[in-house]
C-alpha cells in the first residue's frame, strides 16, 4: 500500500505546484524566473517521489491483492498525468517559449492546446504500457504527428514538439514502469 501513497503525494505535490504558479502567472510582478522556479520544484519532488515509490516497489513483494492492483493502477494513470510541469522545464531548458497557461504573453509560441493533449498523451501511454501494448505508445505518437504536421513549420515548432512529447512520454513511461514494478 506503500507505491500508492507515494504516487497520491506525487499527485498532490503537483497539484499544489499547479496552484502556486497559478498564482505566479497571474500576479503582474511575477518574473519568469519565479513561474520556472516553481516548476522546476514541483518537478523535482515529483521525480524523488517516483524514485522512492520505484524503490520500494522493486523491493518488497507484491501483494497480488485485486484492490492493492487497481488502486496501484489508477494511482500510477492519475500520476502520469501530472508531467506538465517536466515538460515546462525541458522546454525552458531548450530555450523554447511557450505560452504560459493560456496567456498570450508567448507571442513566438507556435503549438496551442499543448497542455491538454499533453495530459491525454500521458494517460494514453501510461494506460498502453500498463495493458502490456507497448506498440500503442507507437500509434499514440503517430496520431500525434500527423495531428500536428502542419503546425510544426513554424519557428521553433518543431523543438517544442520534439522535447514536450520526449519528455511526456518519458514521464508516462517512469510512472507506467513503477506501476509493472508493483504488480508483478
Known sequence: MMIPLLLVLAIATSTAGWAVRRRRVDDPHRSDRDVLGVDIVVTAACAVLLAVAAVVAATTEPAGQAVVVTTAV?????????????????????????????????????????????????????????????????????????????????????EQFILGTFASVLWASAFAGVGWLAAL
Do not use: Q
Open 74 to 158: 489508477v494511482a500510477v494513470l492519475a500520476a502520469a498525468v501530472t508531467g506538465s510541469g517536466v515538460v515546462r522545464v525541458v522546454l525552458a531548458a531548450g530555450g523554447i517559449p511557450t505560452r504560459a497557461d493560456n496567456h498570450d504573453d508567448e507571442p513566438d509560441a507556435p503549438l496551442r492546446g499543448g497542455r491538454v493533449i499533453g495530459l491525454l498523451e500521458r494517460t494514453a501511454v501510461a494506460a498502453s504500457l500498463l495493458l502490456a501494448w507497448p506498440a500503442g505508445v507507437g500509434v499514440i505518437l503517430a496520431v500525434k504527428s500527423l495531428a500536428r504536421f502542419s503546425e510544426l513549420r513554424a519557428p521553433r515548432a518543431s
